[in-house]
């Protein structure tokens, strides 16, 4: 098998710059010094002990809230809050794991601060940012399964709104899933091997927990485990090696489906194309491997031969395989020729579609691709062969309805032969024509113009980048009357 492909550093996941390392702090039995009566020290206090730590107050009044919070019994068992009715001392922060103030003034904030420090505990100074050698961020409570964001103070407000959107997404009845994983998890692996037979498990039971909207039965854990030991018996027939076709979309990570993104968070390796954007790749599982098997026209390629092997070879491992393509998988990306191999093979497949970039360009340019009064019908069309050219069996007549809307695919190098060919069928100049390069990415260009100046268009927006042509009356209706008269005008 002959591929070229790059070398492992250049496949990897790399991890972009964070401003804060995120770190889950086990403080269960831990005594933790708070200094301040406020609300803010009562709400971080009821934080600490619902983390099961020993929270010592040093304050020589309470708010409401914090006295009703003292009158409390803590909910977690290790959890214990102790009053101390004076004002801090830095011998008070001796021997403590974290150390949390609220402060009046900048003078008591710097006080703290440098006490902590010669102590050697960490600090946080409540809303003083330059005062904090930590943050707490805001949270989504499913434990054991904690989901904490942090804008790092840059913005608390959008910070709770994305707490609000993750709130929506987990089930409540997640809490109970991840319990009963805790308890399973020793059972498990005395069961199976770490591996592909461990992971086909585990993800099952993720697809499970997700797909049900009740908590778990008495009894599903002995069921479970039942499950784990059909596996270890029959590894051959539970390897859970397949392939997915996944389509990435015309290049915005927004625009995948959730489907997808499950996919990709699912996957061992990744087989990606030359147009799939990092951005998409970065919503992947970043242990998974991930191959760059991209073919571009004038570029070093992989073959498709060579494609196709290598998916067979890597799901007959055991391998959950994704076959991330741009765009959707089943136009213009010989899905066909791939799930044929595959099924000759008798490799399980399915495809995932994405957002194809048709779709995502008449979206963009706020243009509908057919108008009851203009175009009754789209047409996707290949805009070059296997051998550079246009192909040789187009039916141009057919092709220059004026009812209907044409998006040609990677018709860059053929524009001007494309509107050669239209108006040689007798399509008038004046039929209104778009231009668009790397649909959806913030490097986007766009010309609008006529039929007869698309040679003119092309020039402007270029053809190195993956080009998509739209011709048709349509596209003059769907932007408000406008005609494209003047071809160096751009939208948007």
Known sequence: ????????????????????????????????????????????????????????????????????????????????????????????????????ADCDDEHEARSFFDAARRMGVPVNVIDKPD?????????????????????????????????????????????????????????????????PLRRVFWERFVDRAFSSSDTPEEGVGGQLLKEAERLREAPAHSSGGRVTLVGAGPGDAELLTLKAVRALQAADVILFDDLVSAEVLELARRE??????????????????????????????GKRVVRLKSGDPMIFGRAGEEIAHLDREGIPVDVIPGITAASAMASGLGMSLTHRDHAQSVRFITGHSRHGGLPSDMDWRSIADPNT??????????????????????????????????????????????????????AEVGFDRPVLLAIGHALEKAAGGKHFSVPQAAIG
């Open 1 to 100: 098998m002959h591929v070229s492909l790059p070398q492992p550093s250049d496949t990897l996941a790399r991890m972009e710059p964070l401003a804060k390392l995120p770190v889950f702090w086990g403080l269960e039995g831990k005594r933790v010094a708070v200094a301040g009566g406020s609300d803010a020290c009562a709400w971080k206090a009821e934080l600490l002990a619902a983390c099961g730590a020993h929270v010592d107050i040093y304050a020589e009044e309470l708010s409401e809230a914090l006295t009703a919070l003292l009158d409390r019994k803590p909910e977690h068992a290790s959890a214990r809050l102790t009053h101390h009715a004076i004002s801090w001392q830095e011998t008070d922060l001796a021997g403590a794991t974290l150390a949390i």
């Open 405 to 458: 809307t044409n998006v040609f695919y990677m018709g860059g190098r053929t524009a001007g032969l494309i509107a050669q060919k239209l108006l040689g069928e007798g399509l008038a100049a004046s039929t209104p024509a778009v231009i668009v390069s790397d649909v959806s990415r913030p490097s986007e260009r766009r010309w609008a113009g006529e039929l007869g100046d698309l040679s003119i268009g092309i």
């Open 288 to 317: 998974a491997r991930r191959m760059l098997v991209g073919k571009r026209g004038g570029r070093t390629s992989c073959r498709q031969e060579d494609i196709n092997e290598m998916m067979v070879k890597l799901a007959k491992a």
């Open 131 to 195: 005062y904090c050698q930590f943050q707490f961020g805001s949270i989504v409570n499913r434990s054991p399964v904690v989901v904490a964001i942090s804008t790092d103070g840059a913005a608390p407000i959008l910070a709770q709104a994305i707490r609000r959107r993750i709130e929506t997404l987990l089930p409540r009845t997640l809490k109970a899933w991840a319990q009963l994983a805790q308890s399973l998890r020793e059972a498990v692996n005395e069961r199976l091997a770490p591996g």
